[in-house]
């Protein structure tokens, strides 16, 4: 399996941002092709080391990092990766990872 991990910052408008990512963005997101389970953050999220502004996390599961890029090619992927710009308009806003995930 393959995930991407998506790390939000602290938004200036938080209620704003809750508003357009759960009722618009994960809707989207959840249409991805191949997609097989998206998940997020619930509460307060403690940092152990390093900056603290981390708002939410949201992390998608695919079969595969393959199915990752070729979510994000498609037309749905593309839609997906503009609306982030909405609610999380600067690079900075955010940290994608993309990694096959290992059973230790």
């Known amino acids: 399996m393959a995930m991407m991990l998506v790390v939000y910052r602290s938004p ?5 941002f809750d508003q357009h990512y759960f009722n618009i963005h994960v809707p989207l997101a959840k249409r991805l092709p191949g997609i097989i389970r998206y998940q997020t953050s619930k509460g307060t999220i403690l940092p152990l080391a ?3 502004e981390t708002y939410l996390i949201g992390l998608l599961h695919f079969g595969s990092l393959s ?3 070729e979510a994000f090619a498609s037309d749905i992927g593309k839609a997906c990766a503009a609306d ?3 609610f999380a308009p600067n690079d900075e806003d955010v940290q994608m990872f993309l990694f096959d995930d290992q059973e230790v």
């Open 12 to 16: 200036k408008d938080p209620e704003a």
């Open 67 to 69: 199915a990752i890029k």
């Open 84 to 86: 982030r710009r909405k």
């Open 50 to 52: 390093g900056a603290g």
